[in-house]
Nanobody, 121 residues
Framework: VQLQASGGGLVQAGDSLRLSCAAS????????LAWFRQAPGQERLFIAGVNWSGTRTQYSHDAKGRFTISRDNAKNTVYLQMNSLKLEDTAVYYC???????????????WGQGTQVTVSS
């Protein structure tokens, strides 16, 4: 499966942004999905994950209460709604897919190319 992330941009602190990750090649019904982010000079960190059916989600401490992951299997797309953005949310955001596991782990099989989110004051 190929993943294409989009929706990043330059926003101000307190704004909202929705990232999308469109899959091609296979249906996303076969995959658990997740979002990670990587700030300059830092390691890639788990942000949010959703299971195959969309009935279970998991969030990092930083994302909980502000970010929402969702999936639309009919559109073969996973989303990350980000509200109340902070300066420290600035990073490249990556979507990922895995056929066997879901949630906070780093062994996802497939990765998108990343989309830059920059939050300014």
């Amino acid at each position: 499966v190929q993943l294409q992330a989009s929706g990043g941009g330059l926003v101000q602190a307190g704004d909202s942004l929705r990232l999308s990750c469109a899959a091609s090649g296979r249906t996303i019904r076969d995959y658990a999905l997740a979002w990670f982010r990587q700030a300059p000079g830092q390691e890639r960190l788990f942000i949010a994950g959703v299971n195959w059916s969309g009935t279970r989600t998991q969030y990092s401490h930083d994302a909980k209460g502000r970010f929402t992951i969702s999936r639309d299997n009919a559109k073969n797309t996973v989303y990350l709604q980000m509200n109340s953005l902070k300066l420290e949310d600035t990073a490249v955001y990556y979507c990922a897919a895995d056929s066997e596991s879901w949630g906070d782990f780093y062994g996802y099989d497939y990765w998108g190319q990343g989309t830059q989110v920059t939050v300014s004051s």
